[in-house]
């Protein structure tokens, strides 16, 4: 059994460290209720094929990071290394594009990517992406900047940058490949060994190599930003507008092509100081094309994942406290210990958070347990109680004096309900 542990790169989660990750989860959750957004589950098991011709054939995603097996009825299925591609075949199998063809959509879970594990990178992460499908309009790639961004606020994280810049379409992306290829074979002695191998696999990925020598090269290269059709340019100036009306502050970063090929106009990062060397805590853009190519209906879309692992680490450490126990019930006593399950199961119906002691130990040891917790209030059940049939209730504090009791029926449901209103709901 010793030799038994989890697989490189990924992590158990254990209740202590999860305190944090609910606390930001109902936060996210409820900023996205507020927007509208519907939730989405797809698999997480799909067909192979899905991610080749989704994510496209020459990313790393595909070419070496993903987790693919033959099953036993011998087809080939990839652990899904990201959730736009799901989303995308989802809608498409579902009809769900020609009746309502507009969508906003969310999802959350874990991802799988065989990259090198580091500080804020494993091979099973979780996202939780969001997606707007059927929208084109510039004003929609304004509100998904905007919903990350104040996701990222509601949590409180400081200090973030925002990056972008456009991909242009197909046509302006095409024009440019071919001048930028040129030059390429002109200049590849210039470049790293990485970068020379895309040339013919992903050329538009070296742009984003974070070799410093290849860097400097990309300097004279021909750049996709003076290859742009008049209306991928006016497109981009007004998303820049936009962002200035709405005081999102943002740095345009030319060389920003994410790792995925279904991107067309809008790119975007958002990146933290605080992070390291996996500095981007969100991803994202429009895939106007994606839908139509995975052979749905003409759909033109936008979306951002963000790495849930990394929002945890820039979460601030208030999020780690857990809530507060509201009733701590310390029960001695054959009866005693009955009559108090029964009355947990009854305080819980007021949505309030009731620790009912089971230890059995004596009642020093349990008022030390309700004492730890930093319990609100505290019931107290022994056998004499119990034959009266009453319980005591009273607030509790660290000194624990001055706290005046009062004693309930167990019958008296109207006195409990008084004595909840007044002393823990009222607060
Ligand atoms: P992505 O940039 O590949 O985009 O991933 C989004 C985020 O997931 C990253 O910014 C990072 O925070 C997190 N992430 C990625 N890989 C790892 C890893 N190995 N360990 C920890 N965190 C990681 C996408 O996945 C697109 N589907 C986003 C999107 C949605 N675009 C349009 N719609």
Redesign the pocket.
């Known amino acids: 059994m010793n030799n038994l542990k989890n697989l490189r790169g990924t992590v158990d989660l254990l209740p202590d460290q999860l305190i944090k990750w609910q606390n930001v989860e109902k936060i996210v959750l409820e900023q996205l209720a507020r927007a509208s957004i519907n939730e989405i589950r797809t698999p997480i098991l799909e067909m192979t094929e899905l991610f080749i011709r989704g994510i496209g054939e020459g990313t790393d ?1 595909v070419s070496k990071e993903m987790y693919t097996f033959i099953d036993r009825g011998k087809r080939s299925c990839t652990l899904r290394p ?3 591609a799901s989303v995308a075949r989802a809608l498409i199998q579902n009809g769900m594009l020609s009746n309502h063809p507009l969508q906003k959509l969310w999802y959350m879970g874990p ?1 799988f ?1 065989y ?1 090198r594990p580091q500080a ?4 099973q ?1 979780h ?1 939780l ?3 707007f499908i059927g929208y084109d309009s510039v004003r929609s790639d304004v509100e998904i900047i905007a919903l990350a961004w104040d996701i990222l606020g509601k949590l409180g994280i400081k200090e973030l940058n925002l990056e972008i810049n456009t991909l242009g379409d197909l046509n302006d992306r095409l024009n440019f490949q071919k001048s930028f290829l040129k030059w390429l074979e002109i200049n590849k002695n210039s470049l790293d060994l990485d970068s020379q191998n895309r040339i013919s696999k992903n050329p538009l990925r070296i742009l984003d190599s974070k070799n410093i020598q290849t860097q400097k090269a990309l300097k004279n290269a021909p750049r996709l930003f003076n290859f742009l059709s008049e209306k991928s340019h006016k497109r981009y100036s007004n998303l820049k507008r936009n962002l200035e009306v709405l005081k999102i502050p943002y740095v345009e970063n030319f060389n920003l092509v ?3 090929d279904y991107y067309t106009h809008t790119a975007f ?1 958002i990146t933290s100081g605080a992070l390291g060397s ?1 500095a ?6 429009r ?1 106007d094309d994606l839908i139509k190519q995975m052979g749905g209906p003409n759909t033109p879309a ?6 849930l ?2 929002l945890i680490l820039l979460a601030g450490k208030e999020l780690e406290i857990p809530r507060n126990t509201d009733i701590y019930i310390i029960n001695q006593g054959l009866i005693a210990e009955s009559l108090a399950i029964d009355l947990s199961r009854k305080l819980r119906n007021y949505d309030l958070l009731v620790e009912l002691d089971l230890s059995g130990a004596s009642f020093s040891k349990q008022f030390k347990k309700a004492n730890k917790l930093k319990s609100k209030s505290i019931i107290v059940i022994g056998d004499d109680e119990a034959v009266k049939g009453e319980f005591i209730i009273r607030l509790f504090d660290q000194s624990d004096k001055g706290n005046e009791e009062e004693v309930i029926s167990f019958e008296n449901d109207i006195e409990l309900e008084k004595w909840i209103n007044n002393n823990l709901l009222a607060k």
């Open positions: 995603v990201e959730g736009t991802m990517r990259e804020g990178r494993q091979r992460f996202q992406g969001v997606e994410r790792g995925l990062e996996q981007t805590v969100c991803g994202g853009g895939y936008i979306g951002f994942a963000i790495g692992e990394r």
